[in-house]
């Protein structure tokens, strides 16, 4: 998922000014990115047609996915539109990949068939003379050249990339895959790699090929659901193991058409749990603890999501479980309660679910956030 541009950043665009005689775009930060000052931009006719060393724009600033003041719309509508959307997939060097590609017909045509690459070669420590004699070499060297296996799996991999945007997260999962000889090579077989596929061969290798990777690769990838998919997984294979379930049984996850037939299997092995007694759970809108194995019981049942899991790690001081109710939703978290923090920082939480074993909204979220922000500093 997108994130949400800062305050600051937003009002940026509001910040902008078009000089239609010098073609230019020039930007103001001194009030509110005082870091970064005065800027430029050339239009897209002048990318294309300049010589002079391309600028060291700032780094973190997603110019391309400011709101369309007049100022910025003047500049933005010269662009291609499928040049803007695909620089804008990087959360960082936005500005240095559009004008490389607006330079460089060759990198142009790397960013149409393999963006991933193209980020990733201007994004490096690499020369505007140095990426230019890559671009004349052929791609297994060019990968070669940015620390990844020179060889054309790598290429054909980056290829099949189809990401709505790139997190942090998902470079992570990206190197994981690349440098893994054994994920390179069971990645070969699917036609396309979304954010689904990618994220599911970096976290469960041994799913990589099954009926359920294959199928997750085939459908539209919607970045929510790579955060669900990844949540519902850790917990159906935290749970086999917990219950020390065969391999047999545990293959059943990747036998698996869709993930909703994952939920019923994770729901299916905890189901005979569900007959102990288990005291009758009252919450409310002030956060409470549960210390006893009857309450951790009885909210996993509220809330369909096997908490006892962890209940060893709570004997053994580790975590401490809370709940509340927000907006008549039973929220809980568990947090790393034997994990040393340093001065300033929180407490680090383990895992977040609200009912229905669904992970919390922004809403939710920004109320455990600030319940913690207190409780860390009180």
Not at 74 to 85: G, L, R, S
Not at 87 to 102: E, N, R
């Amino acid at each position: 998922m997108k994130p949400v541009l800062s305050i600051q950043e937003r009002q940026l665009a509001k910040h902008c000014f078009w000089d239609e005689e010098d073609q230019t775009l020039w930007v103001d930060c001194r009030r509110w990115m005082p870091e970064y000052g005065v800027f430029s931009i050339p239009s897209w006719d002048a990318m294309m047609m300049g010589s002079t060393p391309i600028p060291d724009y700032p780094q973190n600033l997603s110019v391309l996915e400011w709101s369309d003041y007049s100022q910025l719309s003047y500049w933005k509508k010269q662009i291609p539109a499928w040049v803007v959307e695909s620089c804008a997939l990087f959360p960082t060097h936005q500005l240095q990949l559009l004008h490389y590609v607006g330079r460089y017909p060759q990198l142009l045509e790397l960013l149409d068939h393999s963006p991933m690459l193209a980020w990733r070669l201007v994004a490096s420590n690499l020369t505007e003379s140095d990426i230019v004699n890559l671009l004349q070499d052929k791609r297994t060297h060019v990968v070669a050249q940015l620390g990844w296996p020179g060889k054309k799996e790598t290429v054909q991999f980056l290829r099949k990339l189809r990401l709505r945007y790139v997190t942090a997260e998902i470079s992570e999962f990206v190197e994981t895959c690349i440098l893994d000889e054994d994920r390179l090579s069971a990645l070969q077989t699917l036609p396309r790699v979304n954010s689904m596929a990618l994220s599911l061969a970096a976290r469960f290798p041994g799913l990589i090929g099954s009926r359920l990777h294959q199928t997750l690769a085939q459908l539209p990838c919607r970045p929510m659901q790579c955060q669900s998919m990844i949540a519902q997984l850790e917990d159906t294979f935290r749970l086999a193991d917990f219950l020390q379930l065969s391999k047999e049984e545990v293959a059943k996850i990747g036998q698996c058409r869709y993930l909703v037939d994952v939920e019923k299997i994770y729901q299916a092995w905890w189901e005979p749990v569900r007959v102990e007694n288990a005291a009758a759970l009252q919450l409310n809108e002030q956060p409470q603890q549960l210390t006893e194995y009857s309450s951790w019981l009885a909210l996993s049942k509220v809330q369909k999501h096997y908490w006892l899991t962890d209940w060893p790690d709570f004997q053994a001081g580790k975590l401490s479980l809370w709940a509340a109710k927000i907006e008549g939703v039973p929220v809980a978290i568990l947090r790393e309660e034997a994990v040393r923090v340093e001065p300033g920082e929180m407490t680090k939480i383990r895992r977040i679910r609200q009912s229905d074993n669904q992970l919390p909204t922004s809403q939710q979220l920004g109320f455990w956030h600030l319940w913690q922000v207190g409780k860390d500093t009180s």
